[in-house]
């Protein structure tokens, strides 16, 4: 199943759905991370939301969403672009935690107390716009809905699903975001959140149809459009030139102790864990180029 993401709008103009799949690029990320069985779950969940955050950007944006907790996972960084790039990473991979009630513990591993912070670089040059919550549930879909609701003052529900098969390789993984817009008559509102309430397992709709299935289960008997459906992609924007410009920031003396003591400098990407090897020679041009770069003329 290819990983996509499906945009919808009820006819009267007052219910937008999202939904995605991300079962492939959920797999890829979690293979690079040597994850554990909790955190693919965890990692599943919230590149589906990534995605789907993702999915409300206008060209050039990015949006960055940071779970922080108090529990052995310690951090969760998802990012995603316009266009359907996303990557993530999480502080500690082998995080695990014994399941509550038949149901995988990504509470467990997050931690119950911490933060959800969300970052929106909405391009042209200005500030990157910066929101953050108390975690509610550590559960990634309900703190996400509450971001949106509480801090951007968008009534929305999420619903979010990860499943593993028998190898611990993630079967499906994906999710909606139903989101209440102005105009939308109150009978409207009450028939979908009846819905959510009584809502099918995600995962199995995603077996089923996929992220249509998902949509049309969700409005039910309410006419709706289409508006967009595009793939989404894992991409990392990891390079040796901003491991340069990283390095490049760094005391004179934190540089020299990396040549001394290190024999140079060695740097792995956290998202993609690509490794970087700065040689002590191009250690020591980029100090020479910066004095030089920063020495004043003698005057004549």
Request: charged share 20%; proline share 4%.
């Amino acid at each position: 199943m290819q990983d996509i993401l499906v945009r919808a709008l009820s006819i009267s103009g007052g219910i937008r759905i999202l939904a995605c799949s991300t079962t492939n690029l959920s797999n890829q990320i979690c293979d690079m991370h040597h994850a554990s069985a909790t955190v693919k779950i965890a990692l599943g969940r919230a590149l589906a939301a990534g995605a789907l955050m993702g999915g409300l950007l206008k060209t050039d944006q990015r949006i960055a969403l940071k779970f922080e907790g108090n529990g052995p996972m310690k951090r969760m960084l998802i990012e995603a672009e316009y266009g359907g790039i996303i990557r993530g990473t999480v502080g500690n991979p082998d995080a695990e935690a014994e399941p509550v009630d038949g149901r995988w513990n990504v509470p467990g591993i997050l931690g119950k107390a911490g933060f959800l912070t969300v970052t929106k670089d909405i391009g042209m040059g200005g500030e990157p716009y910066q929101g953050m919550v108390q975690l509610q549930t550590s559960e990634i879909g309900d703190d996400l809905a509450f971001y949106l609701t509480d801090s951007e003052q968008i009534p929305s529900a999420v619903g979010l699903g990860a499943n593993l098969d028998k190898n611990g390789t993630i079967q499906h993984s994906g999710g909606f975001l139903v989101q209440v817009l102005p105009g939308v008559e109150e009978h409207q509102i009450e028939s979908i959140m009846q819905t959510i309430s009584n809502f099918p397992s995600l995962t199995s709709l995603l077996a089923e149809g996929g992220c249509e299935a998902i949509i049309n289960a969700l409005f039910g008997e309410q006419p709706y459009s289409i508006l967009e459906k595009h793939s989404l992609s894992f991409n990392c924007s990891c390079s040796l030139e901003k491991v340069y410009k990283a390095l490049n920031t760094f005391p004179e003396n934190e540089l020299k102790d990396m040549i001394a003591k290190d024999g140079g400098a060695a740097v792995t990407c956290e998202f993609c864990r690509q490794q970087y090897i700065v040689s002590p020679e191009d250690l020591a041009m980029m100090m020479t180029a910066d004095k030089s770069k920063n020495s004043t003329p003698e005057q004549p």
